[in-house]
């Protein structure tokens, strides 16, 4: 072999630095092991406080010396082989930055009914569609308005130098370039957050060509905290507020309006309420207007009773005998008018209506304050607040003149938010403080007010604070989004996943135990076949994992659960290509060659096989990494980085092991094969070509049974990537039936489509809802778990918790399908032209394609048909992901026969084509069974051992196995030959890859 010498460097290299990195891993687990022990009580407790206070200390302490070199705790951290979230636990989140408020903001809040009712229409269109929304807004509008122009909408001097004369193709263009730009900050601003947020090696990318950012957030154990600041836009106003002196009298007018309403229906017919709703809106009209003839001091005192529910409805503004809506919904507060917080969306619907709106000032706007009064029956009430609007609408100060903020704690000792202002703010502030001596300011963020603080005096230098019955944690966050600045446009969460801890220790367990158990029948598989051959391949295999392991700690690659299934996968085409390699030296050793001849030709030989067949896997599994996500992304990149090292591993550090093993006096101290081997596959004559017709008939029939299992069971067994809505996985003490816990969330989820089925041990169900799945907010978030917990109320007493979830928006589910789709046909493309250029014959690009699509009708077949007889596996990301690994699987075996094929035409030239086929087909028929036999066994264990996540993705492993041996003997070369006129036309190939001697 040339360049033996670069090759044992390069290894030795390799080796070196992943020992390196791989290192990192070990002292982070022990300091972490000495944080335990620290923390562990006398009665074996530990005390997890003291364990992450000793870990605080040594934070930035040196905990490792590396030929001198000192890495510090956090160093190590952000250095070792960092786990996944199914195998740690922690949050995954795919945000979409809204482009509605940035159109909105674009056109300058011009009045255009046609520019409205564009918005609105595609906003619906969206829910279903694929478009991009701008080309949808234009779409809509063009069909509302056919003759107008853009240029009237969004010409101003401040958007991107638009005039009244730009076409509407420049403005499409300019919207588009801000939304770009809205999304690069969004970005930006939320990596700010995230930094600032703790959490141990995040990650957070753009999805190119879409407006979605994708986050994952390892060991996060507090998701409503982390929706809060990824959510939050950071919208930070100050206002003038309206005294409940000004506005009391408007609510007379309120009241006046309530009380003619009340009159129409009566002479409508219409049911009375149950007391006078005139009475009860004087009691409370009046009320206000009395505290206008009152100084603020005076009003405050008067109405700082309401300490229970109680006191408030005994307080003489409201009249407890009275029921009518005005007196229901309102009640005084300490700063004014407030009302129950089960009422706020009553109190919302009534001042939606524009014709309470007209009572009121245009001025005028309210806003909810963000904290409950809570009464000491546990009543909870929110204040209403009245903020004073400028001429422009817009506040006299933002959040824009933040300088600096951070939490601190005021003068009681209760956490707050300091804030420093640049020069223009200070001057704003000061001025806003001065013309308001006496009055409140309100302090808002995100249409809420924070905190209404009276003002004093005039305030100078910049300075104020946002107090509040914030926690410390609540705290730091809102100073941590105001630093990091406000968001362009809002942001939704249209795609969660969670994983509980408990969860992510099962899925390391499991994912532990099926990649040694795997390894394990490999590895004896070989020895027991190929004797010392099989040694070298199951060294060259330890290599191997050894490699990807270390690459993936060096490039910072966090390890999954489907990453782990890939590089259990790659075992077997590690193996695969020592089968090649040591069936051809077998090859040549028959025929007489010696043992260094046959060596050299052997290697030789399979070296067109071995890199044609990595090449079309690798196609299939950069496919995947560009149009996966999570999980699939890190499937992909494990199985890449598998390629590339099972071929290193297999092809040159075999061979130095091969070449060491026979130097010299050992020249013949090979054996490849064992007294169980030495017979197998011998003299095998099986007409392949002449069954083909009935395996075209069988493959055809199988098929055409899963389609029409499809239509029995009314579709697809999708799973929640695919259709949308929410699943929950949820652990009992003990076993429950799936069918009773279904029934009792159908009255909770209003008879949407619910799944719950047995996930992955007796006492564990996963629960999958369609139930009001096109609502992607974070209230209907709130709403599904509620219903899920209201559902599970009956169980108490059998403590179900819900140890992950995920939710998948209807718009995200669509996308989803997209993407999958679209990656199936690129593999089928890559492949087609691929094969085309190394076979030189469309024949042989034909053959291999319609192989692949046969053995993915089969594997769809197959779920289809499980589902039909209450075998159920979803179809979702992972089983894309195994799709694709069975079309890199398949086409590696397809390839390798192909590659036979070319050679016995190159040696045969006289001889028909027809003729070639059978046996070149039979001449490979041991490495096929080898092969086929050394990954069902790394599939089994997955089956078996690797936990419900992977249950489908191994099944579908398979059953893609084996239907990828069948075609390639029943399908791809019958068709190369079917679609060949034989007895005119000899196929004249390529010359095979032949790698250096």
């Given at each position: ?722 259709k949308g809505g929410r699943s929950y996985v949820v652990n009992f003490d003990t ?201 069902l066994l790394v599939v089994v264990v997955l089956f078996i051992f690797g936990g ?50």
């Amino acid at each position: 072999m040339r360049n033996k010498g670069f090759i044992l460097v390069l290894t030795v290299v390799v080796s070196v630095l992943c020992l390196y990195y791989l290192s990192f891993s070990l002292v982070s687990k022990g300091v972490e092991e000495d944080a335990t022990r620290f923390a562990t009580t006398k009665t074996g407790q530990v005390d997890h406080y003291k364990k992450q206070s000793y870990l605080d200390s040594v934070w930035k302490a040196p905990v490792f010396n590396f030929l001198g070199a000192e890495y510090t705790y956090q160093e190590i951290k952000e250095s070792e082989l960092s786990l996944g979230l199914d195998l740690k636990g922690g949050m995954h989140v795919t945000l979409e930055v809204s482009p509605v408020e940035i159109i909105k903001a674009m056109a300058g809040g011009r009045k255009d009914a046609a520019f409205e009712q564009a918005i609105a229409r595609a906003q619906k269109l969206q829910t279903t569609s694929q478009e991009n929304f701008v080309d949808l807004f234009y779409r809509s509008y063009r069909e509302l308005q056919p003759n107008g122009k853009l240029a009237s909408i969004f010409a101003n001097s401040t958007t991107r130098n638009l005039s009244y004369n730009s076409t509407d193709k420049e403005v499409l263009a300019a919207i588009n370039k801000e939304v770009d730009d809205a999304v690069a900050r969004s970005f930006n601003i939320l990596r700010t957050r995230i930094d600032k947020f703790g959490v141990n090696q995040p990650n957070i990318q753009h999805l190119k060509g879409t407006n979605r950012i994708q986050i994952e957030l390892p060991g996060v154990d507090n998701p409503e905290r982390v929706r809060k600041l990824l959510q939050g836009t950071a919208n930070l106003e100050f206002w003038e507020v309206w005294s409940v002196q000004e506005y009391g009298p408007y609510f007379t007018q309120l009241n006046d309006y309530l009380v003619k309403q009340e009159a129409a229906s009566k002479l409508k017919g219409a049911a009375a309420p149950s007391a006078s709703l005139a009475s009860a809106a004087d009691t409370t009209a009046n009320a206000l207007a009395a505290a206008a003839a009152k100084d603020t001091s005076a009003l405050a005192a008067q109405l700082s009773k309401p300490a229970d529910s109680a006191a408030a409805q005994k307080d003489s503004s409201i009249n407890p005998n009275q029921s009518s809506l005005l007196a229901r919904l309102f009640t005084t507060l300490p700063g004014g008018l407030g009302t129950n917080v089960r009422d706020t969306a009553k109190v919302n619907a009534l001042f939606a209506k524009p014709e309470v709106r007209a009572l009121f000032p245009q001025n005028m706007k309210f806003l909810w304050g963000v904290q409950p009064i809570v009464a000491n029956d546990g009543a909870e009430f929110l204040e209403l607040y009245a903020i004073k609007k400028g001429r422009d609408g817009k506040a006299p100060l933002s959040g824009e003149n933040i300088s600096d903020a951070r939490q601190d704690y005021d003068q009681t000792g209760r956490p707050e938010i300091n804030m420093s202002m640049n020069a223009a703010g200070s001057k704003k502030w000061q001025r806003l403080t001065g013309d308001n001596i006496g009055r409140q300011v309100a302090i808002v963020l995100d249409d809420y007010v924070y905190s209404a603080p009276v003002v004093q005096s005039e305030i100078s230098g910049g300075n104020s604070s946002i107090s509040g019955s914030f926690t410390i944690e609540e705290a730091q966050d809102l100073a941590n989004i105001l630093k990091a600045g406000k968001m362009p446009a809002p942001t939704r969460i249209v795609e969660e996943a969670i994983v509980g801890p408990s969860l992510g220790q099962e899925a390391i367990n499991q994912g532990l135990i099926s990649s040694l158990a795997g390894m394990g029948l490999v590895v004896l598989f070989m020895f027991a076949y190929y004797n010392k051959g099989g040694l070298i391949a199951n060294i060259a295999l330890f290599f191997n994992i050894f490699f990807i392991i270390g690459i993936l700690a060096q490039f910072g690659t966090a390890l999954t659960l489907p990453g782990i299934a890939g590089m259990v996968l790659t075992m077997g085409m590690s193996v695969d290509a020592n089968v090649l390699i040591f069936e051809r030296i077998k090859e040549e050793l028959a025929s007489g060659m010696g043992v260094q001849d046959a060596i050299k030709k052997g290697y030789s030989k399979a070296f067109s096989s071995i890199f044609d067949s990595n090449v079309t896997t690798l196609l299939a599994g950069t496919i995947l990494y560009f149009f996966g996500s999570g999980p699939v992304k890190g499937f992909a990149i494990t199985l890449m980085i598998g390629i590339a090292t099972s071929f290193f591993t297999a092809v040159f550090v075999s061979r130095l092991l091969v070449e060491w093993l026979t130097a010299g006096k050992n020249a013949n101290n090979l054996s490849l094969e064992t007294g169980l081997s030495r017979n197998w596959f011998k003299n095998i004559k099986f007409d392949i070509l002449g069954n083909r017709k009935k395996a075209y008939i069988f493959s055809a029939i199988f098929i055409l049974f899963g389609i029409v299992a499809v239509f029995i069971k009314g579709g697809l067994p999708l799973g929640v990537d695919f259709k949308g809505g929410r699943s929950y996985v949820v652990n009992f003490d003990t076993p429950v039936p799936a069918s009773e816990v279904r029934s009792a969330l159908d009255d909770e989820f209003k008879g949407a489509g619910t799944e719950v089925k047995t996930y992955g041990a007796a006492n564990r169900l996963k629960v999958t809802t369609s139930y009001i799945a096109e609502d992607e907010s974070t209230q209907a978030d709130e709403s599904v778990r509620a219903a899920l917990d209201q559902g599970l109320s009956q169980y108490k007493n059998l403590n179900p918790t819900v140890v992950s979830s995920s939710k998948v928006g209807a718009t995200m589910a669509d996308d989803i399908q997209k993407t999958a789709v679209i990656a199936v046909l690129l593999a089928f493309a890559g492949i087609f032209l691929y094969l085309a250029f190394r076979f030189s014959r469309w024949q042989y690009s034909l053959g291999g394609v319609v192989a692949l699509i046969h053995d993915v009708l089969v594997v769809f077949s197959a779920f289809t048909i499980a589902n039909l007889f209450g075998i159920s596996f979803e179809m979702d990301q992972v089983f894309i992901a195994s799709i694709l690994t069975i079309i890199g699987y398949s086409i590696n075996d397809t390839v390798v026969v192909f590659d036979r094929i070319r050679e016995y035409t190159n040696e045969n030239p006289r001889v028909k084509f027809r003729d070639i086929v059978n046996p070149a087909l039979n001449s490979t028929f041991g490495r096929t069974i080898i092969t086929n036999l050394t990954v069902l066994l790394v599939v089994v264990v997955l089956f078996i051992f690797g936990g419900e996540t992977l249950r489908g993705f191994s099944f579908a492993m398979l059953i893609g196995s084996l239907t990828g041996t069948y075609s390639t003997l029943f399908i791809a070369a019958p068709i190369v030959v079917d679609t060949t006129n034989v007895d005119k036309e000899r196929i004249v190939t390529a010359k095979p890859v032949v790698a250096g001697s």
